[in-house]
């Protein structure tokens, strides 16, 4: 692609993100997206954050669990500190130009485009002919997401590298089709691998939302006895903690729980491994216990606290997706001038 068709310079610095409303928010939302989420809103950025709905539902959602779950995943962005004064923050169903935009995507991304998506491989699976078209199409929207506020960054974990790729491909093919400069060619900002939270279980599994077993993972509604109990229960292994990251070679579950440390305490894991090294788990882990305590329970807390007012959180959401369509209106109605649409 020729520099000319990088017209990055000329878009205002955007943040957009989304996350899905298919379950819980657990550690791995906080430390690996809402954490970076809410110090991005504190820059030189417009920030932009998103409860992709549309994206839930292409694996069924019971109706009543996605709303539950919508307003405390708007709760949970609130009280970990998002503020709906300083960063939009809404729905995506509310926004119409997300799905419109979405399927002019879909008439310029390649079915080949879509086939080569890993995540369509791993969660289709063997009996793809019967998962559903969204699911397919799922990285169309997401674009759309993306480029319907013409954002510039977009942070993500590791395993949504691939979708911001295919949402550079479709900019730049939309760009090139139609000679012009209209979409941005998106930066992704990509949390490494080293800082993803794992399994309590299991290190070399993600924490997950849908593990069958709770014991697993720290859910942001989890009270202050059931963290320190889950941090507990951890599965370690026999040695004492290394004072150097080396040291956690082959480690997964130490690595983990140092990593998760660290995340908690704004400190990196050299700095971690220099104070606690040397420590037995049975040290280690009422330590991290305090810590998760300290940082979280509030979060709980307060997440509790909203819950409790569910037409105030729909408020909120009402104004953010408000603020979010005068951004995404006028670029929709351009998209539709530029592809010749009578308007
Ligand atoms: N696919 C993302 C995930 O599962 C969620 C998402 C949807 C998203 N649209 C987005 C993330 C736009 C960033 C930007 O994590």
């Given at each position: 692609m020729s520099d000319a068709l990088q017209p990055n310079a000329a878009f205002k610095k955007r943040v957009f993100s989304g996350i899905q409303p298919s379950g819980g928010l657990t550690l791995g939302n906080y430390l690996g997206a809402i954490k970076r989420f809410v110090q991005m809103q504190e820059e030189d950025y417009e920030t932009i954050y998103c409860m992709v709905d549309l994206h839930a539902i292409t694996v069924w959602q019971d109706p009543a669990a996605l709303r539950r779950q919508t307003r405390e995943l708007a709760a949970g962005f609130i009280a970990s500190g998002i503020d709906p004064a300083k960063s939009i923050l809404f729905n995506q169903s509310q926004v119409a130009e997300h799905a419109q935009l979405g399927w002019i995507f879909n008439c310029v991304a390649r079915m080949g485009w879509m086939q080569r998506m890993t995540q369509w491989k791993d969660k289709a699976g063997k009996n793809s002919q019967n998962a559903s078209l969204g699911l397919f199409a799922y990285p169309s929207l997401m674009a759309a997401d993306i480029l319907t506020y013409h954002a510039t960054h977009v942070p993500v974990g590791e395993d949504q590298k691939q979708h911001l790729e295919l949402t550079r491909d479709i900019a730049i093919k939309f760009n090139n089709d139609y000679g012009v400069e209209f979409f941005p060619v998106t930066e992704p900002v990509i949390e490494g691998a080293g800082t993803r939270v794992m399994s309590l279980r299991d290190g070399s599994k993600k924490m997950s939302k849908s593990d069958p077993s709770d014991a697993s993972r720290i859910n942001m509604t989890d009270d202050a006895d059931t963290l320190a109990k889950k941090i507990r229960k951890a599965k370690t292994d026999p040695d004492a903690l290394p004072?150097?990251?080396?040291?956690?070679?082959?480690?997964p579950e130490a690595r983990n729980l140092v990593n998760i440390y660290a995340g908690l305490a704004d400190m990196s894991v050299d700095a971690v491994l220099r104070d606690v090294g040397g420590k037995a788990f049975s040290e280690f882990k009422p330590l991290l216990a305090d810590l998760a305590v300290a940082k979280l329970a509030p979060i709980s807390g307060e997440m509790a606290r909203l819950m409790q007012n569910e037409a105030e959180i729909d408020a909120l959401l009402h104004t953010g997706a408000e603020a979010a369509r005068a951004i995404a209106a006028p670029i929709l109605e351009k998209t539709y001038e530029i592809i010749g649409m009578v308007r």
């Open positions: 004072s150097e990251i080396d040291g956690l070679e082959g480690r």
